[in-house]
């Protein structure tokens, strides 16, 4: 693991730098299939973002994990290829908004980010009732409700040895950085003008996503100008783990256009 300040970043390869943003329920060992697979060919990193795995401290606000991004961009090379899943999709859009000269192409998997549906009270009020009440109210840790989490956002077809990886995923996590992450992350609402963004864009999802649904994929990459559209079929939300090669050969299509 490589330090850039406060934040710990697992580094591969030599080349155009690829950074790999994890999900709320994450960290940098989420990505090996794809360090693996694009370390060949590119400077491929995967953070712990603040408050996850060897990266220190909480986050104060959403913004800050963009900041953080930002620094390890730079240190590692700019502009970069940028994949987020999930929350690191958001966290992704919120970096191309405020720091557009770090992007050279935009990957966002299973992330529903601006959505008025995914982003709605009722929306926000079950995520922290499934994650956060039970770990403030019930004394609970990340480990206690690591199987219901996954059971969450698991698709039907999900091998044995992926799903362990997602619950194991879940059981590494720091109680107080994933309260802050949570707490961060439904409160942020300053999404992008989507029209606004003119980085070559991926938009990734996956048939059996319940979190983040195709139809909000496709709605999303509609909104963004030349957007390129896929989606994974059989797998769930986390699809990077669920189903790396469809995931690893939908993303070097793109990159091989955009490098």
């Given at each position: 693991?490589?330090?850039?300040?406060?934040i710990?970043?697992?580094?591969?390869?030599?080349?155009p730098?690829?950074?790999f943003?994890?999900?709320?329920?994450?960290?940098?060992?989420?990505?090996?299939a794809?360090?693996d697979?694009?370390?060949?060919?590119f400077?491929a990193?995967a953070?712990d973002?603040?408050?996850?795995?060897e990266?220190?401290?909480?986050?104060?606000?959403?913004?800050?994990?963009?900041?953080?991004?930002?620094?390890?961009?730079?240190?590692l090379?700019?502009?970069?290829?940028?994949?987020?899943?999930?929350m690191?999709?958001?966290?992704?859009?919120?970096?191309?908004?405020r720091?557009r000269?770090l992007?050279?192409?935009?990957?966002?998997?299973?992330?529903?980010?601006?959505?008025s549906?995914?982003a709605?009270?009722?929306?926000?009020e079950?995520f922290?009732?499934?994650?956060l009440?039970p770990?403030?109210?019930?004394g609970?840790?990340?480990?206690?409700i690591?199987?219901?989490?996954?059971?969450?956002?698991e698709?039907p077809?999900?091998s044995?040895?992926?799903?362990e990886?997602?619950?194991?995923?879940h059981?590494?996590?720091?109680k107080?950085?994933?309260i802050?992450?949570?707490?961060?992350?439904?409160?942020?609402?300053?999404?992008p003008d989507?029209?606004?963004i003119d980085?070559?864009?991926?938009?990734?999802?996956a048939?059996?996503?319940?979190?983040?649904?195709?139809?909000?994929?496709?709605?999303?990459?509609?909104?963004?100008?030349?957007?390129?559209?896929?989606?994974?079929e059989?797998?769930g939300?986390?699809?990077?783990?669920e189903?790396?090669?469809a995931?690893?050969?939908?993303?070097r299509?793109f990159?091989?256009?955009?490098g």
């Amino acid at each position: 693991m490589e330090r850039i300040g406060d934040i710990a970043v697992r580094v591969t390869g030599e080349g155009p730098t690829v950074l790999f943003l994890h999900g709320i329920g994450g960290n940098s060992l989420n990505w090996r299939a794809q360090i693996d697979e694009f370390g060949r060919d590119f400077k491929a990193a995967a953070w712990d973002a603040r408050g996850y795995g060897e990266s220190g401290g909480a986050v104060r606000c959403f913004e800050q994990f963009a900041d953080d991004a930002a620094a390890v961009i730079a240190a590692l090379g700019s502009p970069a290829h940028v994949v987020g899943l999930s929350m690191g999709g958001r966290i992704a859009l919120d970096l191309v908004r405020r720091h557009r000269s770090l992007v050279r192409s935009l990957t966002l998997a299973n992330t529903s980010a601006g959505s008025s549906e995914t982003a709605s009270p009722e929306k926000v009020e079950a995520f922290l009732a499934l994650r956060l009440k039970p770990l403030v109210e019930d004394g609970l840790t990340p480990a206690d409700i690591a199987e219901r989490i996954v059971e969450g956002v698991e698709g039907p077809n999900i091998s044995p040895a992926a799903r362990e990886a997602l619950i194991d995923s879940h059981r590494r996590l720091h109680k107080d950085g994933y309260i802050a992450a949570m707490r961060a992350v439904t409160g942020f609402t300053a999404f992008p003008d989507f029209a606004a963004i003119d980085v070559p864009t991926l938009v990734l999802t996956a048939s059996e996503d319940r979190v983040a649904p195709p139809a909000h994929a496709r709605l999303m990459a509609g909104r963004i100008p030349g957007a390129r559209f896929a989606e994974i079929e059989g797998s769930g939300h986390i699809s990077n783990i669920e189903a790396p090669e469809a995931f690893n050969a939908a993303l070097r299509d793109f990159l091989e256009a955009h490098g």
